[in-house]
């Protein structure tokens, strides 16, 4: 019967132990451990919600950074090809330059051509015309020696212009 | 596998050892006189408090670790003094042991008519011995792991910090969370301290040598300081609307007046609430204790029934104390367990809003 009776001595030993216990525990242990337990899963889930978001934020980068490179890969096309088109045109515009500067230049040299040919032909016109002035008067020499042929000559001649005059 | 032989092995050496030392024991009441053994009286002397703890008995002497007493006597003052000042003349500054009687065990004095006086007795005894150890290594324990995280924050613990932290919050998060409802905050840590304080004293209990083994959660005395505490708390934090329930609950008027049955039933209530959980824990444990004994003690009791029999209820003994030890570690969480789980149901309870159909019907 004694087992349930509680004895004062064990009692007040109780008291003061559990107490003490209980004010240590309540005040310096439990709480600092749930504290950090609750922080520390407030950490991890901000930790996650935040790298979830950079997971976002990198998912939206890529994605730019992929629309970036189209938008460049496209540019290059049409710049490649501005280029190519441009490069047609300018070899065809010096094409076109250079066959009506050569046409001109034939035109040129045909025009001197033509000059020079008139040139040496009057020329040689000048040159039979001096011959045959030369000749001529060798000739005139020749039969003028005589002094009456001389005169017949003159006679002759002014014949001729008053023959003309009249 | 490997692990399983080990273990199986070592039970047939458990259980080989013991035979041996079971007709080891026969033998010595075949040369001397057979004396009887009273089981029930050293199971009890194993279950009460004592104030010398008594360790075993190599031949004639006792080994024993001497407590200090602790006395105050009305006539003579204080007397402090280590138990094995009795051993001398069995008396110490006229304080005796009581032999028999209503204070048996206890330290009682004579007074002038010659009858027994117990003095106030704060003496440490067995129970407060193992009590103040437990308590000791509950703070030490707790504030060590409570100090490896003031060191290094959010950093996932390891070891036995790690294991205390998935311990403390599954009794915090799983028991006292949804049994106490929103303000639970202000009730865990000494519900926490209230389970910790249980279960430490109850597995240390369990072990048999010296700094454990004391029967201290069986002792109604701790159960009651429990209970009281829990009981406190109850009814200095109850609302308004807990009162209100007790006093004038939601029953027919009949019920009420003029004769107050339902308030007296709830009001009984009040008082049964702790009443349960200090005899539960105090039985189990006690009962526990108790049993195992019993299993013990089986091995001596057989001695007279000649040796085989001897022999097989000794293999009997062991197995059954093993299995009855393994249940016991069983029973020291799952009554740490109970204990908090209904004292944050009877907090919950007390924490009562009033809910919506009370305030139509007013």
């Given at each position: 019967m004694s087992l349930l009776l509680p004895d004062s001595g064990l009692l007040f030993w109780m008291f003061l132990s559990f107490g003490i216990v209980a004010f240590i525990l309540a005040k310096f242990g439990f709480p600092v451990i749930i504290k950090m337990v609750e922080d520390r899963k407030a950490f991890i889930d901000e930790s996650l919600l935040s790298a979830q978001k950079a997971y976002d934020d990198l998912a939206k980068v890529k994605d730019e950074s992929l629309l970036i490179l189209d938008n460049a890969r496209k540019e290059h096309v049409k710049i490649l090809n501005e280029a190519s088109q441009s490069k047609e045109m300018l070899i065809k515009d010096a094409k076109e330059k250079a066959s009506l500067e050569a046409a001109k230049l034939i035109e040129d040299a045909r025009k001197q051509i033509l000059m020079e040919k008139d040139d040496a032909i009057r020329d040689i016109r000048r040159q039979v015309a001096e011959l045959s002035v030369d000749i001529a008067e060798k000739v005139l020499r020749g039969q003028l020696e005589k002094k009456t042929e001389q005169m017949d000559m003159i006679n002759r001649l002014l014949d001729e212009i008053n023959v003309s005059k009249s | 596998m490997n692990s399983l032989r080990k273990i199986l092995s070592l039970i047939v050496i458990t259980l080989f050892l013991s035979t041996a030392f079971a007709f080891g024991k026969e033998e010595v009441p075949a040369a001397g006189k057979p004396e009887k053994l009273d089981v029930k009286e050293l199971i009890l002397e194993h279950l009460a408090d004592s104030y010398t703890w008594h360790i075993t008995k190599i031949g004639e002497t006792d080994i024993a670790i001497p407590l200090p007493v602790i006395v105050y006597s009305k006539t003579t003052g204080w007397h402090v003094f280590?138990?094995?000042?009795?051993?001398?003349?069995?008396?110490?500054e006229g304080l005796i042991i009581a032999?028999?009687?209503?204070?048996?065990g206890k330290i009682v004095e004579k007074d002038a008519k010659g009858n027994e006086v117990k003095p106030f007795d704060i003496s440490i005894t067995k129970v407060v011995f193992s009590l103040l150890f437990n308590s000791t290594l509950l703070i030490f324990i707790i504030l060590m792991v409570a100090r490896s995280y003031k060191k290094d924050t959010f950093e996932s613990k390891k070891g036995f910090v790690g294991f205390m932290e998935l311990f403390i919050m599954n009794i915090n998060d799983d028991v006292i969370k949804p049994c106490i409802g929103k303000d639970y905050r202000k009730f865990s840590p000494y519900l926490l301290t209230v389970f910790f304080f249980i279960f430490l004293n109850n597995l240390i209990g369990i072990i048999p040598i010296f700094p454990g083994g004391a029967n201290v959660t069986g002792n109604i005395a701790i159960t009651f300081t429990l209970a009281i505490c829990t009981f406190l708390i109850v009814n200095i934090f109850g609302t308004k609307e807990y009162w209100r329930e007790i006093?004038?609950?939601?029953?027919?008027?009949w019920l009420k007046v003029p004769l107050p049955l339902m308030p007296a039933i709830e009001l009984v209530g009040v008082f049964t609430k702790p009443f349960a959980l200090m005899i539960r824990l105090f039985a189990n444990m006690l009962a526990g204790h108790s049993i195992i004994l019993g299993l013990t003690c089986l091995v001596f009791v057989t001695v007279s029934l000649g040796p085989a029999m001897n022999a097989s209820m000794t293999v009997v003994s062991v197995l059954f104390t093993v299995f009855i030890n393994l249940v016991e570690v069983l029973v020291a969480y799952i009554q740490a367990y109970v204990f908090v789980l209904l004292s944050a149901v009877f907090i919950g309870l007390a924490r009562v809003e009033p809910h919506h159909a009370h305030k139509v019907k007013e």
């Amino acid at each position: 019967m004694s087992l349930l009776l509680p004895d004062s001595g064990l009692l007040f030993w109780m008291f003061l132990s559990f107490g003490i216990v209980a004010f240590i525990l309540a005040k310096f242990g439990f709480p600092v451990i749930i504290k950090m337990v609750e922080d520390r899963k407030a950490f991890i889930d901000e930790s996650l919600l935040s790298a979830q978001k950079a997971y976002d934020d990198l998912a939206k980068v890529k994605d730019e950074s992929l629309l970036i490179l189209d938008n460049a890969r496209k540019e290059h096309v049409k710049i490649l090809n501005e280029a190519s088109q441009s490069k047609e045109m300018l070899i065809k515009d010096a094409k076109e330059k250079a066959s009506l500067e050569a046409a001109k230049l034939i035109e040129d040299a045909r025009k001197q051509i033509l000059m020079e040919k008139d040139d040496a032909i009057r020329d040689i016109r000048r040159q039979v015309a001096e011959l045959s002035v030369d000749i001529a008067e060798k000739v005139l020499r020749g039969q003028l020696e005589k002094k009456t042929e001389q005169m017949d000559m003159i006679n002759r001649l002014l014949d001729e212009i008053n023959v003309s005059k009249s | 596998m490997n692990s399983l032989r080990k273990i199986l092995s070592l039970i047939v050496i458990t259980l080989f050892l013991s035979t041996a030392f079971a007709f080891g024991k026969e033998e010595v009441p075949a040369a001397g006189k057979p004396e009887k053994l009273d089981v029930k009286e050293l199971i009890l002397e194993h279950l009460a408090d004592s104030y010398t703890w008594h360790i075993t008995k190599i031949g004639e002497t006792d080994i024993a670790i001497p407590l200090p007493v602790i006395v105050y006597s009305k006539t003579t003052g204080w007397h402090v003094f280590m138990s094995s000042a009795f051993h001398e003349k069995g008396e110490y500054e006229g304080l005796i042991i009581a032999a028999e009687g209503k204070y048996k065990g206890k330290i009682v004095e004579k007074d002038a008519k010659g009858n027994e006086v117990k003095p106030f007795d704060i003496s440490i005894t067995k129970v407060v011995f193992s009590l103040l150890f437990n308590s000791t290594l509950l703070i030490f324990i707790i504030l060590m792991v409570a100090r490896s995280y003031k060191k290094d924050t959010f950093e996932s613990k390891k070891g036995f910090v790690g294991f205390m932290e998935l311990f403390i919050m599954n009794i915090n998060d799983d028991v006292i969370k949804p049994c106490i409802g929103k303000d639970y905050r202000k009730f865990s840590p000494y519900l926490l301290t209230v389970f910790f304080f249980i279960f430490l004293n109850n597995l240390i209990g369990i072990i048999p040598i010296f700094p454990g083994g004391a029967n201290v959660t069986g002792n109604i005395a701790i159960t009651f300081t429990l209970a009281i505490c829990t009981f406190l708390i109850v009814n200095i934090f109850g609302t308004k609307e807990y009162w209100r329930e007790i006093f004038w609950p939601d029953v027919p008027v009949w019920l009420k007046v003029p004769l107050p049955l339902m308030p007296a039933i709830e009001l009984v209530g009040v008082f049964t609430k702790p009443f349960a959980l200090m005899i539960r824990l105090f039985a189990n444990m006690l009962a526990g204790h108790s049993i195992i004994l019993g299993l013990t003690c089986l091995v001596f009791v057989t001695v007279s029934l000649g040796p085989a029999m001897n022999a097989s209820m000794t293999v009997v003994s062991v197995l059954f104390t093993v299995f009855i030890n393994l249940v016991e570690v069983l029973v020291a969480y799952i009554q740490a367990y109970v204990f908090v789980l209904l004292s944050a149901v009877f907090i919950g309870l007390a924490r009562v809003e009033p809910h919506h159909a009370h305030k139509v019907k007013e």
